[in-house]
């Protein structure tokens, strides 16, 4: 597929996604939002991808949404705080849904800077690598006056606790990918030459499992956690009865019982 704003390829069973706009740190426009939902709904629509790594050109991630001159549409006779909820709810939130709504495993690896949306954006993903030299920041309360969006306020405080979550999001102050990873914000912080290597052999350790399992495990971790434990145990039967009939767990209680290492088809 051809994009404006990002690459898309396809190598075996995992999809490739990179934000390609270098110049401007890879910002957040319409047109790389657009990109990112087309992107999305390309692999939600291919039963054949089985993982995705998302990453980025350049020296950053992803400095937030660009604020020079976004290419979304502002009503003239809307406040400027209406134009920025109208462009949340019609672009930014349903292209992060969309991300967020993948049932396969999504890969992330940040290189350089996450900052604002841009790091929401990193934490759509399950598994979050970041290069040593890779920082977090949530810049929106002390350098524009606004608070985190996309996502942030659902996924900080789940993620690092609220105390922490308060002072990202308070204090704007740069989280270091090391830090990011002691924390509980990603899953690991990797030497800058190892980023994409290691964020690839994950997509394709992710592309050759089971990818049923995988699916139902991400559905089971994005419920709202305000369920009981009752509510949580039942859901957790359910889902353990629909991944019992695949063929995947056939193929591992036959591999197990034969002492080899199962191969599975994702069916």
């Known amino acids: 597929m051809q994009f404006d704003t990002l690459l898309f390829a396809q190598r075996e069973h995992v999809a490739y996604v990179t934000l390609n706009r270098p110049d401007r740190l890879n910002a957040l426009n319409g047109g790389l939002i657009h990109d990112l939902h087309a ?21 950053g991630f992803c400095a937030g949404a660009d604020l020079t001159g976004s290419g979304l549409p502002d009503d003239p006779g809307a406040s400027r705080g209406e134009n920025i909820r109208a462009h949340l709810v019609d672009h930014f939130n349903p292209m ?9 495993p999504v890969v992330v690896a940040v290189n350089g800077v996450a900052a604002g949306a841009g790091a929401s954006l990193a934490l759509v993903g399950d598994i979050v690598l970041a290069a040593r030299s890779a920082t977090f920041l949530q810049l929106f309360a002390p350098k524009l006056g606004l608070m985190p969006d996309l996502g942030s306020t659902f996924y900080l405080p789940r993620l690092v606790g609220t105390a922490r979550a308060k002072g990202l999001a308070m204090l704007g102050e740069a989280l270091s990918a090391a830090d990011a990873a002691d924390w509980g914000l990603i899953w690991g912080c990797v030497e800058d030459g190892e980023l994409i290597p290691r964020a690839e052999a994950l997509a394709h350790r992710f592309a050759a499992g089971p990818t049923q399992a995988y699916q139902h495990i991400k559905e089971v971790f994005n419920v709202e956690p305000s369920r009981t434990l009752g509510e949580h145990l039942a859901l957790e039967a359910d889902q353990q009865r629909i991944l019992a009939d695949t063929r995947d767990f056939a193929e591992g209680v036959e591999a197990f019982r034969n002492k080899r290492a199962p191969t599975f088809t994702g069916k």
């Open 96 to 104: 992060v849904s969309a991300w967020y709504r993948l049932r396969v």
């Open 39 to 59: 992107a999305a709904d390309a692999i939600a629509s291919r039963p054949e991808i089985r993982a995705v790594l998302l990453t980025a050109s350049g020296r």
